[in-house]
């Protein structure tokens, strides 16, 4: 008998995306033996609809072009095209829509893990997918609260990026090589992104 497809699911802001998300994905697809991992870039605050489409763009393209390298990554568009706030709830009943037989493993990071009792439908995100937590630098990784049955903790080698680090650095102008895909340092340059925001 064949065995459900596994796939991760990694969701972001992705602000742009850099070699933290990258690392963490990958080494979660190594542990969980995960088929797939997909990648699902947020969607816009209703509030800045004008302002953020072209963003929302913006970072999905980036996030094509970081993991368009490795066959096990793909990206996908639900929570770009869903109009309104993403929450993961939505998130994960629309892969369970289009991946029916799928089992689904939720990667999140330090940061994220600790607010998830604070999410929106948070009881039934965990009979949705499973939880995988890693771990974040600078931020404590704490799974109190959360069904042990459902929530794995893993450690990644740590890399102390965050999309806030680099925006402010492409913002000042100085380097941002290394920290994001080579790809996504030219899409960043090529359109001119972080420049003058606060
Ligand atoms: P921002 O600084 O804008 O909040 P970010 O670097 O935190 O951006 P997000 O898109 O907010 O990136 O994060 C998406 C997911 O990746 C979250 O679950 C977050 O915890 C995790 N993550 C982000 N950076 C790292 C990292 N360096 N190591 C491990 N996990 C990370
Ligand atoms: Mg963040």
Known sequence: ???????????????????????????????????????????????????????????YLMTVIATASNPRFTVSRVDV???????????????????????????TGADAVAQILEWKDA???FSMARFVAVTRPGHALSVEGLPVDRVSVLEIPALAISSTDVRARARAGEPVWYL?????????AKHGLYRGQS
């Not at 990258?22 to 995960?34: I, Y």
């Not at 869903?82 to 939720?106: I, N, Q, S």
């Not at 994001?180 to 960043?188: A, E, L, M, N, R």
């Open 123 to 125: 009881e039934q995100l």
């Open 81 to 107: 095209e869903r109009p309104g706030v993403t929450y993961t709830v939505d998130t994960l009943r629309d892969l369970k829509e289009r991946r029916p037989d799928a089992d689904l493993f939720f990667i």
């Open 1 to 59: 008998m064949t065995q459900p497809p596994r796939v991760g699911v990694m969701g972001g802001t992705f602000d742009p995306i850099h070699h933290g998300h990258l690392v963490a994905a990958s080494e979660v697809a190594a542990r969980f033996e995960l088929d797939e991992v997909v990648f699902v870039p947020t969607g816009v605050p209703t509030f800045k609809q004008d302002v953020e489409v072209t963003v929302a763009e913006h970072r």
């Open 180 to 188: 994001v895909p080579d790809g996504v340092v030219q899409y960043i």
